[in-house]
C-alpha cells in the first residue's frame, strides 16, 4: 500500500487537533453547569488534551490510509478505527482529476479524485500527493482503464468505441509547431500485458501534469520508445488569451450572485454605507432615515447598477481564474485536460464514456458568433453541474460546430422546429406570468405608498418577444446514429445523442397539450443527477411526430446494439484466426 | 396492455382521504391562531380536496397501464400530465420489489426496475398481487441478462 505525501500526515493532525479541541471545551461548559464538581477552570487542560488526542488521530489516520495500484483494481483502505477498504474496477472508472488550490500548488501538492457512474460521492478522494504522484497515478489509471479495454475487446471483439478513430483528428493541428508526427502514433500498437507491471514501479516517470508546464506532449512512455510505442498526448484544443477574455465577459457564473449575497450579508452596514456614498452625488439621500421619495429611488436605482456591476465583474474574474490556461488533449482514447489560474483542474475522460456532446451558447455569445462545447458522462465533475465537463470553453462557432462532427461523428443536422401552436402555449404561459406581476405590484401598491401600480402592465410588451424568442430556439434533428435536441434561449444547448446512449424515453402530455395535440419527449442518458440538470427534451411537437421520434429512437437503440454485437462477433473470429 | 390490480384505487384514495386531513388540520390551525374560517367553508374544502383526491385515484387507476414489448417495458401513466415511457431491457440495471405496511395490508406489492438514467431513473408499477410481481421481477431481470450489451455507463 502506498501512503499520502508526508505533508498530509501535518494537515491531518492540525485538522483533526482543532477539530478535536472543541469537544472537551464544549464538554466542560455543558457539564459544568449541570454538574458541581465540574469545573469551568479545567478548560485548558482539557483543551490541550483534545487538541493533543486530535493530532494523535490525524497522524495514526495518515498511517492507516493506503492506497494501490492493483492489476484488475485501484485499491483504498482508510480509517483508523472503523476500517473501510474499497476496490474499483478500471472499467468502471469515469474521470480521473487532479486539484491543486494555491497553496497546494506553493508546496508542490495535488488532490486526485477517482470518479466512478453512480453514487452522489467522490469514490476515491487522496488529499494529499505529489505533484508528480499524482500525474502519475492519473497516468497510471488512464493506462490500466485501456489496459481493461483493451482485454475486454480482446475477448469480445473490436470497435466498441463511443469515439471512432476519425476522432483523433477532432480539431487537427492548429500551429504547424504542432505539426508533430505523433498523430500516427496515436492508435499505435500497444504493450502487450505482461509488459504492463515492471513499468509502472518505474521511478523517473517523466510528468506532463500541472504546475511542471510539461503539457507539451512528452509522455510517461519516451524512454521506453524503442521497446513500445505507448500513445502520445496529441494537442486538441488550446484556449488562447483573445477566447479566454471573450469567454470570462459574454458567460455569467449565478455562483457570483451567491458570493456576493453572502459578502452583502457579512458586512451589511459598511456596503450600505458604501451605496449611501455612491448615490449622493446623484442625489440620493444623505442617510437611510431621511429622505424623499425621489431619493430613495435614486438610491436604490444606484445600489441596483452598483450591485449588477459588481457581480458581473466578480463573475467575469471567477471564469477567467477557472479556465486560465485551459488546454485539452487526447492520449491514446481519453481525453485530458487543464485548466485554472489559481487552482488548478486536471482531469481525463476517456472516450467511451462519453454520454452526449453539449454546444452551449448564450445570446452575447452567439452575436459574435462564438460557441462551447461541452461533454456528459455519468460521473460528477470538478464544476459540480452533474458530470458536464467542458471540452472547449469557447471558440468559433463553426469550428465547435467542427469538433462536434468529429466527435461525435453526426450528420451536419437539417433541424426540424415544433409547429406554430407551441407558440402560441408559450404567449399564454409568459401572458400569466406578466399578469402576476402585475398582480403582485397590484398587491404592492396596496401596502406602500406607491402608486400607479397599472404602470407594471408595460411588462405584457416582452411577451410576445419571450415567447418568440424560445419557439425559434427548439429545434430538433432525427439523424441516422443521432438524435440532436436544441433548446434554450439564455443558455441555448444543442445536445447530440448517440442512440446508442439512451436509457429510456418518454413521452409526456400534459392537459394543455393534450388538448392541442401536442407532446414532449423525453430522451434520457445515463448521468449523475444534479438539481440544474434536465434530461434532453424535445418540446411540443405534434404527438404523431413525437410517437414517431419515439419509436424511431427505440429502433435504432436496438439496431445500434446489434451493429455492436455484430462487431464483437466479427473480433472474435479474427481473434481465432 | 396489462392494468393494475383494482385494490390500488384503495390506496390511492387513502392518500386522498390523508391529503384532505391534512387541509383540515391546517385549515383549523389558521382558525385558531390567525382568522375565523367558517366551520362549512373547512367542511367544504375538506370534502373538495376529498372528492378531488378519489376521482384523481380513479381516473389514474384507469390510465395506469403496463406492457412487456419486444424490446422494452413500456408504461402509459399520469393523469395531469400523461405519460409514456419505455425502458428498453438492456438499459436495467437491477429489479426491485418492494411493499410498504398498507400495501402489505392490501396484498399488493410494487416492482421497481432502475436504470443508469437521471429522470425516471428508477420506474415504479404499484399495485400488482404479490405473486404477479415476482414473476414480473423474474421476467424482467431475465430479459434484461438476455439483452446484456457491452455496458454503456
Known amino acids: 500500500m502506498n501512503r499520502l505525501h508526508p505533508l498530509s500526515a501535518a494537515v491531518y493532525a492540525l485538522q483533526y487537533g482543532f477539530v478535536w479541541l472543541w469537544i472537551p471545551v464544549f464538554l466542560l461548559v455543558v457539564l459544568s453547569g449541570i454538574f458541581d464538581p465540574v469545573r469551568a477552570a479545567w478548560m485548558p487542560i482539557f483543551a490541550v488534551i483534545g487538541f493533543a488526542l486530535g493530532i494523535a488521530y490525524g497522524v495514526a489516520y495518515y498511517y492507516r490510509f493506503g492506497y494501490r495500484v492493483t492489476e484488475d483494481t485501484f485499491d483504498v483502505a482508510s480509517g483508523v478505527f472503523a476500517r473501510r477498504s474499497r476496490e474499483i474496477p478500471y472499467g468502471r472508472i469515469q474521470n480521473v482529476d487532479i486539484r491543486q488550490g494555491v497553496v497546494q500548488r506553493l508546496i508542490g501538492l495535488a488532490i486526485v479524485s477517482i470518479e466512478t457512474a453512480g453514487g452522489g460521492d467522490t469514490e476515491a478522494s487522496l488529499n494529499f500527493v505529489s505533484e508528480a504522484e499524482a500525474t502519475r497515478l492519473q497516468n497510471e489509471i488512464r493506462r490500466r482503464t485501456a489496459g481493461a479495454r483493451d482485454r475486454r475487446r480482446g475477448r469480445t471483439g473490436t470497435s466498441t468505441s463511443a469515439v471512432s478513430d476519425d476522432g483523433t483528428d477532432l480539431i487537427g493541428p492548429r500551429r504547424p509547431s504542432e505539426m508533430r508526427d505523433d498523430g500516427t502514433n496515436l492508435i499505435g500498437p500497444r504493450r502487450p500485458p505482461e509488459m504492463r507491471d515492471d513499468a509502472t514501479a518505474d521511478p523517473d516517470l517523466e510528468s506532463l501534469g500541472p504546475g511542471t508546464g510539461a503539457g507539451e506532449s512528452v509522455t510517461d512512455w519516451e524512454t521506453h520508445a524503442d521497446t513500445f510505442a505507448e500513445p502520445r498526448q496529441k494537442r486538441l484544443f488550446d484556449l488562447n488569451s483573445r477566447e479566454l477574455l471573450l469567454y470570462s465577459f459574454t458567460s455569467f457564473r449565478p455562483a457570483a450572485v451567491a458570493a456576493v449575497l453572502f459578502v452583502f450579508f457579512l458586512a451589511t452596514d459598511t456596503i450600505l454605507e458604501f451605496f449611501l456614498a455612491m448615490a449622493q452625488p446623484v442625489g440620493g439621500p444623505a442617510d437611510l432615515e431621511t429622505g424623499t421619495t425621489g431619493s430613495y429611488g435614486v438610491l436604490t436605482i444606484v445600489s441596483l447598477i452598483n450591485g449588477i456591476v459588481i457581480t458581473y465583474l466578480l463573475s467575469v474574474a471567477y471564469t477567467f481564474a477557472t479556465y486560465y490556461d485551459f488546454r485539452l488533449g487526447r492520449v491514446g482514447e481519453d481525453f485530458v485536460y487543464e485548466r485554472g489560474l489559481l487552482q488548478r483542474y486536471s482531469g481525463s475522460i476517456p472516450s467511451e464514456k462519453v454520454q452526449s456532446v453539449t454546444v452551449t451558447d448564450n445570446p452575447a455569445q452567439r452575436l459574435i458568433g462564438y460557441a462551447g462545447l461541452w461533454v456528459e458522462t455519468a460521473g460528477y465533475g470538478p464544476d459540480s453541474s452533474g458530470g458536464s465537463q467542458s471540452a472547449v470553453p469557447l471558440a468559433r462557432r463553426d469550428r465547435v460546430y467542427g469538433f462536434t462532427e468529429n466527435l461525435t461523428d453526426v450528420e451536419t443536422p437539417a433541424f426540424r422546429s415544433p409547429p406554430t401552436l407551441a407558440r402560441r402555449r408559450y404567449l399564454v404561459r409568459y401572458g400569466l406570468v406578466g399578469a402576476a406581476i402585475v398582480a403582485i405590484a397590484f398587491a404592492i401598491t396596496q401596502v406602500t405608498v406607491l402608486e400607479r401600480w397599472y404602470l407594471a402592465a408595460v411588462v405584457f410588451a416582452a411577451v410576445p418577444v419571450a415567447a418568440h424568442l424560445r419557439y425559434v430556439h427548439l429545434e430538433y434533428y432525427v439523424g441516422d446514429e443521432h438524435l440532436v435536441v436544441r433548446r434554450g434561449f439564455w443558455r441555448r444547448r444543442t445536445t447530440v445523442i448517440p442512440y446508442y446512449r439512451i436509457q429510456t424515453v418518454s413521452t409526456r402530455r400534459s392537459i394543455f397539450q393534450r388538448r392541442l395535440g401536442l407532446a414532449s419527449l423525453v430522451v434520457d442518458t445515463a448521468s449523475s443527477q444534479s438539481f440544474f440538470w434536465t434530461a434532453p427534451t424535445i418540446y411540443d411537437v405534434y404527438l404523431e411526430d413525437g410517437r414517431d421520434v419515439h419509436r424511431t429512437s427505440r429502433k435504432r437503440l436496438q439496431s445500434a446494439l446489434r451493429e455492436r454485437a455484430d462487431a464483437d462477433d466479427s473480433g472474435l473470429s479474427v481473434d481465432f484466426t | ?153
Open chain 2, 1 to 153: 396492455m396489462e392494468s393494475l390490480h383494482p385494490r390500488i384505487r384503495l390506496l390511492w384514495i387513502g392518500q386522498g382521504v390523508i391529503t384532505a386531513a391534512v387541509f383540515g388540520v391546517v385549515l383549523a390551525a389558521v382558525d385558531r391562531w390567525l382568522l375565523e374560517v367558517p366551520t362549512t367553508a373547512l367542511a367544504a374544502v375538506v370534502g373538495l380536496v376529498f372528492v378531488l383526491g378519489a376521482a384523481y385515484a380513479i381516473r389514474l387507476y384507469q390510465v395506469w397501464q403496463f406492457e412487456l414489448q419486444p424490446d422494452a417495458l413500456y408504461l402509459e401513466r399520469g393523469v395531469i400530465t400523461f405519460v409514456e415511457t419505455a425502458v428498453p431491457f438492456v438499459r436495467v440495471q437491477h429489479v426491485d420489489t418492494q411493499f410498504g405496511p398498507i400495501e402489505r395490508a392490501l396484498g399488493l406489492s410494487s416492482v421497481v426496475v432502475y436504470t443508469a438514467g437521471s429522470r425516471n431513473a428508477d420506474v415504479r408499477i404499484p399495485g400488482l398481487p404479490p405473486t404477479r410481481a415476482r414473476e414480473l421481477q423474474d421476467t424482467l431481470r431475465e430479459l434484461a441478462v438476455e439483452s446484456e450489451a457491452d455496458d454503456a455507463v
